[in-house]
């Protein structure tokens, strides 16, 4: 069956960087996008872009560029978020989530990043 | 248009039918995939395509639309169904993704 697992919750200092990973199982990774969403404390789910897994070409939307990067591992089914300079608003779940040709499908269990010094 | 909206809550008295829409320009061209978030759970996906459900979702979820508005119905709401629900779809381009801002969903 199709699963998306993230990695574990994240505490960081302002400032710092993390790097939030998503592995995908049960299908063939390179055939459907990974898109990566946040949604902060009490709010609800917003698209901070995608990541074509064939040709490994990011598209972010508006409010997630320069600090985000979304980057790939193909030889280990894994899509990596990456989040530089992090700010005390960063703090969120952020969520991977698969594209098929219908629309989003699988969804990851989602990963806390906490940013407090 | 870059923006899919719903009502921020609505309400459903038990066993009753409760619809839960969404709104946005995209959804001329596109159909709406529609996700349920239960508190502490990420969102699983309950309806796409015209009306499709995935394996494991209950019938008594549909899907439908007309222009620009793309709807959730629930036919006999039950004690589980309460949680948050948000469409989402492509924008006017096909380019980018958006999400409604969601339905919070109570089952009195």
């Known amino acids: 069956q199709v699963q998306l697992v993230q990695s574990g919750s994240e505490l960081k200092k302002p400032g710092a960087s993390v790097k939030v990973s998503c592995k995908g199982s049960g299908y063939d990774f390179t055939g459907n996008t990974i898109i990566w969403v946040r949604q902060a404390p009490g709010q609800g789910l917003e698209w901070m872009g995608w990541i074509n897994t064939n040709t490994g070409n990011p598209t972010y939307a508006q409010g997630f560029t320069g600090r985000f990067v979304f980057s790939l591992d193909t030889s280990v089914s894994t899509a990596y978020l990456q989040i530089s300079s992090l700010k005390a608003d960063d703090t969120a779940l952020y969520y991977c989530?698969?594209?098929?040709?219908?629309?989003?499908?699988?969804w990851g269990q989602g990963t806390l990043v906490t940013v407090s010094s | 248009s870059s923006e899919l909206t719903q009502d921020p809550a609505v309400s459903v008295a038990l066993g009753q039918t409760v619809r839960i829409t969404c709104q946005g320009d995209?959804?001329?061209?596109?159909?709406a995939t529609w996700h349920q978030q239960k508190p502490g759970q990420a969102p699983v996906l309950v309806i796409f395509g015209k009306n499709n459900r995935p394996s494991g979702i209950p019938a008594r979820f549909s899907g439908s639309s007309s222009g620009n508005t793309a709807s959730l119905t629930i036919t006999g709401a039950q004690a589980e169904d309460e949680a948050d629900y948000y469409c989402n779809s492509r924008d006017s381009s096909g380019n980018h993704l958006l999400f409604g801002g969601g339905t919070k969903l109570t089952v009195l």
């Open positions: 995209s959804l001329r061209s596109y159909y």
């Open positions: 989530a698969r594209e098929a040709a219908m629309g989003v499908d699988y």
